[in-house]
Structures are given as structure tokens and as C-alpha cells.
T-cell receptor
Framework: AQTVTQSQPEMSVQEAETVTLSCTYD???????LFWYKQPPSRQMILVIR??????QNATENRFSVNFQKAAKSFSLKISDSQLGDAAMYFC????????????????FGRGTQLTVWP | EAQVTQNPRYLITVTGKKLTVTCSQN?????MSWYRQDPGLGLRQIYY???????DKGDVPEGYKVSRKEKRNFPLILESPSPNQTSLYFC???????????FGSGTRLTVV
């Protein structure tokens, strides 16, 4: 199985401040996709942002951006101007869709980071 | 509306009583997966399917069965549930490529 590691079980941030969530992954592939999912208390899984490994440019979605370091196999999520509604569990995930092997198309998750936002 | 529909949302059952959690998607996705979520362990894949009649074990398949007779449906079967299968279960589906998986609303299963 692929390994996705989130080293911060919990993080907290003050409203309007910026926070960065860390994620590293293990792969020998060069072509893959990375994702951040948000799970609020409603438990729904919501796709926040995604990155293609062959693109050097970091993905951005409004207040959410990533720092993708391919050589270091690192994929951190930055949340700017944090809002109370950002409080949730955040999961980093990896997917490979090219080549061969039993892991093709499967989505692998880290263990998650619980983000608390203080008013 | 494009969605993945799981039923039931909550289920309490007794040890050994066979149950099925249904999952249906209306997006014509090739890939479908089942995950279980436990505190501190993230989402672990139980089974996944690349297309009709093509299924494969994930990381925690013991005690579970699946079938994919139609493209839209991917039921999860617990033949003889045990308390260690108490968990939050998610079904998800996807096309290949850059699209992430779309998730159902989850099924909270308690086995007593």
C-alpha cells in the first residue's frame, strides 16, 4: 500500500490567521495526483484542492493553496484568512492512474489533521 | 444531482446478523471504493472496483464482501458482523485521472 503521512494530529489557528498542514507521501512513481479533503462535523468528505504531479505550479483555490515539493514528496496545505467554518478534519490523499499494478486508481489517505479555529 | 447514495446512514445490529450497506452512484463512474474510518487511523480502503465485475481487496478486507454486477451499484456485505467492525463507512466513486473521488454521506455502523 502507498503511504501518506500527516505528522500533525491536531492544529489550531486564530480566526483570520494563516495555518499550514503538512503531508508527506511515499512513491516511486513520477505521475500521480494529490488531494486535500475536508471533513467537517457533518462527516461529509469535501474535496478542497488537487495537484497533478507533473505540474510544477502550486494549485490554488481561493484561500486554500498548496506547497508541492515533488523531490521531497511533500504536499502541504495553506489556509489563509482562516474562518470558523474551516474547522474540520483534513485528509491528504494520493492517487496513481497511469502505469500498471494493483494500486492503479486507488485513493490512499493519511490519518488526518484536526484543525480548530479560535474566534 | 450528481451524487453517491449510501443507505442506511445509521445502523445498529447484533453480532453475527448478516447485513448489507448499499451504495449507488449516478455519474457513470468506473471506479468505486469502500472505506472505513476509525479515530486516529484515517480512512482505510476495504475493497475497490475498477469496473463491472472487477473488484479487488483493499487494505482491510477481512470480514467484508462486495459485488459489482452493475456499474452504478457497489454494495458492501458483512456476512457475520463482529464488534470490531463498528465504524464509519464511506462509499466513493470516480472517473480515472485528475478527478478526486466523490463520497457518499457515510454509514455509522454499530455491532453489539
Amino acid at each position: 500500500a502507498q503511504t501518506v503521512t500527516q505528522s500533525q494530529p491536531e492544529m489550531s489557528v486564530q480566526e483570520a490567521e494563516t495555518v499550514t498542514l503538512s503531508c508527506t507521501y511515499d512513491t516511486s512513481e513520477s505521475d500521480y495526483y494529490l488531494f486535500w479533503y475536508k471533513q467537517p462535523p457533518s462527516r461529509q468528505m469535501i474535496l478542497v484542492i488537487r495537484q497533478e504531479a507533473y505540474k510544477q505550479q502550486n494549485a490554488t483555490e481561493n484561500r486554500f493553496s498548496v506547497n508541492f515539493q515533488k523531490a521531497a514528496k511533500s504536499f502541504s496545505l495553506k489556509i489563509s484568512d482562516s474562518q470558523l467554518g474551516d474547522a474540520a478534519m483534513y485528509f491528504c490523499a494520493y492517487r496513481r492512474d497511469r502505469g500498471r499494478g494493483s494500486t492503479l486508481g486507488r485513493l490512499y489517505f493519511g490519518r488526518g489533521t484536526q484543525l480548530t479555529v479560535w474566534p | 444531482e450528481a451524487q453517491v447514495t449510501q443507505n442506511p446512514r445509521y445502523l445498529i445490529t447484533v453480532t453475527g446478523k448478516k447485513l448489507t450497506v448499499t451504495c449507488s452512484q449516478n455519474m457513470n463512474h468506473e471506479y468505486m471504493s469502500w472505506y472505513r474510518q476509525d479515530p486516529g487511523l484515517g480512512l482505510r480502503q476495504i475493497y475497490y472496483s475498477m469496473n463491472v465485475e472487477v473488484t479487488d481487496k483493499g487494505d482491510v478486507p477481512e470480514g467484508y464482501k462486495v459485488s459489482r454486477k452493475e456499474k452504478r451499484n457497489f454494495p458492501l456485505i458483512l456476512e457475520s458482523p463482529s464488534p470490531n467492525q463498528t465504524s464509519l463507512y464511506f462509499c466513493a466513486s470516480s472517473f480515472t485521472g485528475f478527478n478526486g473521488y466523490t463520497f457518499g454521506s457515510g454509514t455509522r455502523l454499530t455491532v453489539v
